[in-house]
């Protein structure tokens, strides 16, 4: 399957398609669905500290004896229970089964404290050490990358961040600034917009490219991500799925194809942001409400309270 390996600024590669862990807990059910994507043909695993199953990613690998070579591992810095990065980079390798992973991410800006260069240079530390062939961050903006790169000794190799055709254009900065560092652009949550905001402009799109190329929707969202040079982060349940997900690689979007779905997903994100604004004013409202009848309320019980009061004494 056509899903190649994107270089990195480090000098190493990352496979384009990932299997991520993100939805899957801890416990048997991640060791049974790592074995059914390993078995299926993913040998890309995002996991993360956050996520409570690195020790599943590494026994699904000894279970099936694969060579470490042969699993490309991506798990991030997430700040849990308060350890700082030299830790949790040796507690994920222990919980990994491994000496090495393949990419270390920062998962978000927020965790970056007491700020991003500090940060960053622990980060640098982990790479220099051995223990990351790669580092990087996730959730970045274009801000904070320069923030980021105003003092770092080694640039960041991917920023992974939520994209899909219903937020590009919001994304659009950051992609153009990662691009102009050689930072690669990992997407996760590519399906939003057939899995979270169905019935949308791009549906369009979408429905008629997969009539014509032979292929599903989901696909499509896939093909859609690979041709904006990005790799993809996903999952499912479902081995029928993740076999599409493979095969989504053979398609070949035309440069029409891709602009008519970001011409969609433009269109569609405005509708989103105003949909999105008015729900948060729909609450912000009901909210005001709530509190204009607490007051009410407390305010006649302290006038009742008077009046009892005032009887009381005569």
């Given at each position: ?49 956050l ?25 991030k ?17 222990e ?13 978000n ?17 982990v ?22 790169l ?41 399906l ?19 009539t ?5 929707t989901?696909?499509?969202l ?34 029409e ?47 009742r ?10």
């Amino acid at each position: 399957m056509p899903w190649d390996l994107i270089p990195l600024n480090s000098g190493y590669s990352i496979p384009s398609l990932a299997y991520g862990t993100g939805t899957l807990g801890s416990g048997q059910w991640p060791i049974d669905q790592l074995t059914q994507a390993f078995d299926t043909g993913f040998y890309h695993i995002d996991t993360a500290q956050l996520y409570g199953n690195e020790a599943e990613v590494g026994i699904t690998i000894g279970q099936l004896g694969l060579e470490r070579s042969d699993v490309f591992i991506t798990t991030k810095f997430s700040g849990s229970n308060g350890l700082d990065i030299p830790t949790s980079i040796r507690n994920s390798l222990e919980y990994l089964n491994t000496s090495y992973v393949d990419l270390y991410l920062i998962h978000n800006p927020d965790i970056a404290v007491p700020d991003i260069p500090t940060v960053w240079s622990q980060m640098e530390k982990v790479q220099e050490a051995g223990l990351a062939r790669s580092i990087g961050v996730s959730n970045f903006n274009e801000k904070q990358l320069e923030i980021l790169l105003s003092s770092a000794k080694i640039k960041p190799a991917a920023n992974q961040i939520y994209l899909h055709p219903y937020n590009y254009q919001q994304q659009s900065p950051t992609l153009e600034y990662a691009a102009t560092y050689d930072i690669v652009i990992e997407a996760y949550g590519a399906l939003t917009p057939v899995t979270s905001e169905p019935g949308g402009p791009v549906d369009a799109p979408l429905n008629e490219i997969a009539t014509r190329l032979r292929a599903t929707t989901d696909q499509v969202l896939l093909a859609w991500i690979k041709a904006k040079g990005a790799v993809v982060v996903t999952t499912s349940s479902k081995k029928a799925r993740l076999l599409s997900y493979l095969s989504a690689g053979n398609l070949e979007l035309s440069a029409e194809d891709v602009k008519r779905i970001d011409i969609a997903g433009a269109i569609g994100e405005k509708g989103i942001t105003v949909r999105h604004g008015l729900r948060k004013l729909g609450v912000g409202v009901l909210f005001g409400i709530l509190i204009l009848v607490a007051c009410s309320y407390f305010k006649g019980r302290g006038k009742r309270s008077n009046v009892v009061e005032v009887l009381e004494r005569n």
